[in-house]
């Protein structure tokens, strides 16, 4: 598991990270614009962060956090009413705590959180023809099985799962080839390219867009 916390407070970032080292490994953000960079430059589990910013009173912390990435997000907050309670939710925020915290708590809050975003994720996808079974990593276009290697099925679960969200070609290398000294960025270009090529001798085309000087999208049809 990994985490991302953001927060204007040393002390809470602190106390956060203690409550998620058994969890998983953190990074850290002081302010919203770092955590944003932070959020669209790597892959989290779920984001811990404080909604009010000194720099940022706007209150737009949930928008630009990750849920079209499907990352939840719990909020640490010094305010306790109902009212900021509520609209933190109903802003997109999958939990609320209420400063100080508990570390133990937040711990379960954020295990709680896991398991119900878990519990509602999809186990296939199906489109044009085009069906991923996320569970058993197997694909068929028009009803029959199309072989894959893992790396070309990870490409495409991992673009499918963010649709009509843009990758960058960085972002999409380090997820998939992670710390593979022996490949270098540009191999990304290369098998969504065979990927195309692959999908267009079904004759499903146009699905992975290419987004020029930003990275990739897939869109379904």
Sequence with gaps: MKFLVIDSDTAAIKDAVNALKGLGECDC???????????NNCDYDLIVTEIRFPKDPSEYALKELGKALECPVVVLSSESSVAKKVEALRSGADDYITKPFDRDELSARVEAVLR???????????????????????????GKMV????????????????????????????????????????????????LRKLLKSYGKVGHIKTVSGMGYMWQDK
Aim: charged share 35%; with cysteine; glycine share 4%.
């Design 29 to 39: 953000a002081h302010d919203l614009l770092d955590g944003v960079y932070m959020v």
């Design 116 to 142: 119900r975003c878990r519990g509602k994720q999809r186990d296939l996808y199906s489109q044009d023809g085009i069906e991923l079974d996320f569970k058993n990593k197997m694909m068929t276009i028009d």
């Design 147 to 194: 072989k894959l290697s893992l790396r070309k099925y990870e490409i495409l679960e991992y673009l499918i799962r963010r649709r009509n969200v843009i990758i960058s070609k960085e972002r999409l290398f380090n997820r998939i080839w992670g710390a593979d000294q022996d490949t270098v960025v540009s191999v990304v270009e290369v098998y969504i390219s065979e």
